[in-house]
Each structure stands twice: as C-alpha cells, then as structure tokens.
C-alpha cells in the first residue's frame, strides 16, 4: 500500500460522501491506496454508509474507525493514520473535494519530501463575500493545512503524530508543521495537487466565536515559541489597548475623573476604523455591515479573554 488516506469526520455525512466521492475516483491504480474514515461523533450507522459508498465505486475496502467518545480532530487523525498501512499518509477532511489527480500530484511532489502541503482552492460565490467567508479563504495560503496535507510515516512517528491537546480544529495542524522543522524534517510544497475547500454555511456573528480559538494559541506558543513569532506574530496589541481603553473610560464616567472619560471616545474611534477595515474588502449589505458593527466592538473582549484563559490553562507567559 502506497498511500492511505485519512479523512477525519464528524457529523457531516453528505459532505463525506461527497469527498468520499471525489477520492473514490482518483487516476492511481486502486491497489496502491486505501481510505481511512475516522468518525469522531460515533454515529451509529455511519460505517454502513461508507461502504456502501466504496460498493458504488467497487471499492470494498474503505475502513470507518469509530472511537469511545469525541475527543477532537487531531485524536481522529491519529487514529487514522496509525491504523493505515501506507508509508504516506494524505490528510483531507470530510468538507474538502480532491481533485482527480490529487494523489498522484501529490506522490509525485513528495519524492525527496517528508511532508508536503497541497494547494487549497476556496471557491467565493461572490465579488464582495462575508467576513467569514474571507477569513475562510485564507486558507489558500495556509503553511500547513491538513485540508490538503501529505506526510510519510516515518514523519509523523518521530514527531509523534498530533498533540490531542487541541481538541478543536485550530493549529494542530500548526503544531506538526512547527514540530517537523523542529526535527530538521524536509517539508516542501505540492503544487499540483488541489483540494477544492467549499465555505460552509456559517451563523450570524461567526466571527465572534472564532475568538473561542485563540485558547489553543497559547498551547501553540508553549511548545514552539520562536517558531509562533516567526510564522503567526506577536501579541494583539491594539486590542488589549481598546479593552483599556474602554475600561477607562466606563471608570471615568463611574467615579467622575474627567481624564479618563477620553477612553471611551478612543475606543470609538478605534472600534469605527476597525469595523471599516473589515468591511473595504466584504459584503455591504445591512445584515452583514450590523454584524460587522457588532463583532468588531466585542472581538477584542472575547479575542483578549480566551488568549489569557489559555494562558492560563496551559501555564504558559502568553498575551
């Protein structure tokens, strides 16, 4: 077995079966890959699903790995990998569609390669997208992205797969990045090999609670301190500024300092440019210019809260 393919999921079904679909129908011989599902809600019927899904194609061997309870992506994917039987190990997830020769672009970039990063296509449906939608889109650029990421085993046993500490889908995949250059492993780029990364229908206010992520930044700046000021940056500080800021002025109001009443205008003033900011590039309908008012003057609070929770949490110096 050359290569496997390891899909974590978790109740998504019609979107595996799409990507299920499009690595069904690969141009390598099928003798020379497999797939791995790792079903991390542990739905009852879902490995009928999937091989009734392999039976469409001819394909009987799809395995769906079901595990005692959910414990996050990066414990999906380990399970994945370590039960495959291929020396390379090609991450997707179960919303992404391979392109036809994914895997064989991708074989073919990892000679000479311990780990290779495929190119990430997110398709916008229009000129002036959501917010969300953009931040989505950054994805093209990503480092390390295991939407589309290929990695020998060999690799992964001497970093020792991912850290199942990040129990969500946020910089784990940054972590074995950090982790392979650490080692002094060659990871290089898989140009040819696309995965398409639709944007998935997201709630009002999404990117408020992506703020909920910045916890396992400080677990990321733990393990790999240099490497997260090179790759990711320093500390925001221009919203610790605007909590101050705002912390002033409602003091300044509460006691009667009159000084102090100006940190409520400068935290206007910044919470205006920034929401401007965000929205030069994005939609300007009145639903989505009310949510970006909305969430530009409550990020920095979540944002600040969850970085110093983590820090805390991982007992780690973090801001």
Not at 92 to 105: G, H, K, M, Q, S
């Amino acid at each position: 077995m050359r290569v496997s393919i390891v899909i974590p999921t978790f109740r998504r079904r019609r979107l595996l079966e799409r990507c299920l679909s499009a690595c069904l129908t690969q141009t390598l011989p099928e003798e020379v890959y497999e797939i791995v599902v790792c079903d991390d809600a542990g739905e009852g019927d879902l490995p009928f699903a999937v091989r009734k899904a392999g039976e469409r194609f001819g394909r009987f061997d799809l395995r769906c790995l079901r595990p005692g309870e959910s414990r996050g992506p990066a414990a999906a994917r380990n399970r994945g990998w370590r039960a495959a039987s291929g020396e390379i190990i090609a991450f997707t997830d179960d919303d992404c569609i391979p392109a036809f020769d994914w895997l064989e672009e991708g074989l073919r970039a990892m000679e000479g390669l311990d780990a290779a990063q495929g190119r990430i296509v997110v398709p916008l449906a229009r000129r002036r997208p959501r917010d969300y939608e953009l931040n989505v889109a950054r994805m093209e650029g990503a480092q390390c992205a295991t939407a589309n990421f290929f990695c020998r085993r060999e690799a992964l046993e001497r970093v020792g797969g991912f850290d199942e500490r990040f129990r969500t889908a946020w910089r784990e995949d940054s972590d074995l990045y950090f982790s392979l250059l650490e080692r002094g492993l060659r990871v290089g780029r898989a140009h040819g090999a696309v995965v398409v990364h639709p944007v998935r229908p997201a709630p009002w206010g999404a990117g408020l609670r992506l703020q909920r992520n910045n916890f396992y930044d400080a677990l990321l700046f733990k393990k790999h301190p240099a490497l997260y000021r090179e790759w990711i940056g320093g500390p925001p500080w221009d919203y610790y500024l605007a909590v101050l800021c705002l912390a002033a002025g409602g003091l300044g109001w509460l006691r009667g300092v009159p000084g102090l009443r100006w940190g409520a205008a400068l935290w206007a003033l910044w919470t205006a440019a920034f929401c401007l900011r965000r929205l030069a590039p994005t939609s300007k309908a009145p639903s989505h210019v009310l949510e970006m008012a909305w969430t530009s003057a409550a990020i920095p609070f979540c944002s600040v809260f969850w970085r110093l929770r983590g820090a805390a949490g991982f007992r780690t110096v973090f801001f």
